[in-house]
T-cell receptor
Framework: GAVVSQHPSRVICKSGTSVKIECRSL??????MFWYRQFPKQSLMLMAT?????????EQGVEKDKFLINHASLTLSTLTVTSAHPEDSSFYIC???????????????FGPGTRLTVL | GESVGLHLPTLSVQEGDNSIINCAYS??????FIWYKQESGKGPQFIID?????DKRQGQRVTVLLNKTVKHLSLQIAATQPGDSAVYFC???????????FGKGTRLSVIA
């Protein structure tokens, strides 16, 4: 299957700083990327959907000014957590869809996740 | 046996036994369903999928059953191995370019 990478895999930051997480589709063009957040012992919760070249669509309860999403190219989307606080500590997972590897089933390919810890 | 904790229910099985993990989905418009395996600290790993025009699909050691009448999905793992220990999520998808929505998940613990 197609490969999605995330960088960094782990990040520890101080409260009040901003953190950028990159999500790349390595061997296909991702017309749509999704960002999920997962707290310990819980499921993946969708944060936002972004289409290349368009503004992201955020799920209810997700602050768009706090979680900035940029999908500037067909292989890269970034999530920036601005003014991070300890409650933002979580596992952030991106997912990509579209391009040469997409099937008629609209398969989503997932990245390995980024563990954010805010002190 | 099966227990329900504060967040993730846990299913404990003996090595070599068959496992059955259940999932209730909510959206009657969903037409595509996937089971994922997630190990600690990693992203979801695709296991098997099924379309709504099917009620059963088999893979290697895994079978997915879909009951659209009661909106129920199950994952059967044959001859469960220690490497199967993980959290399993079902996910559903509506037609079109919509995101996957994940179920609550079940932790499978294999006892050697």
């Amino acid at each position: 299957g197609a490969v999605v990478s995330q960088h960094p895999s782990r990040v520890i930051c101080k409260s009040g700083t901003s953190v950028k997480i990159e999500c790349r589709s390595l061997d296909f063009q991702a017309t749509t990327m999704f960002w999920y957040r997962q707290f310990p012992k819980q499921s993946l919760m969708l944060m936002a959907t972004s289409n290349e070249g368009s503004k992201a669509t955020y799920e209810q309860g997700v602050e768009k000014d706090k979680f900035l999403i940029n999908h500037a190219s067909l292989t890269l989307s970034t999530l920036t957590v601005t003014s991070a606080h300890p409650e933002d500590s979580s596992f952030y997972i991106c997912s990509a869809r579209g391009g040469g590897h997409s099937s008629s089933y609209n398969e989503q390919f997932f990245g390995p996740g980024t563990r954010l810890t805010v002190l | 046996g099966e227990s329900v904790g504060l967040h993730l229910p846990t299913l404990s099985v003996q090595e070599g036994d068959n496992s059955i993990i259940n999932c209730a989905y909510s959206n009657s418009a969903s037409d595509y369903f996937i089971w994922y395996k997630q190990e600690s600290g990693k992203g979801p790993q695709f296991i098997i999928d099924i379309r709504s025009n099917m009620d059963k699909r088999q893979g290697q050691r895994v079978t997915v059953l879909l009951n659209k009448t009661v909106k129920h999905l199950s994952l059967q793992i044959a001859a469960t191995q220690p490497g199967d220990s993980a959290v399993y999520f079902c996910a559903e998808n509506e037609p079109g370019n919509t995101p996957l929505v994940f179920g609550k998940g079940t932790r499978l613990s294999v006892i050697a």
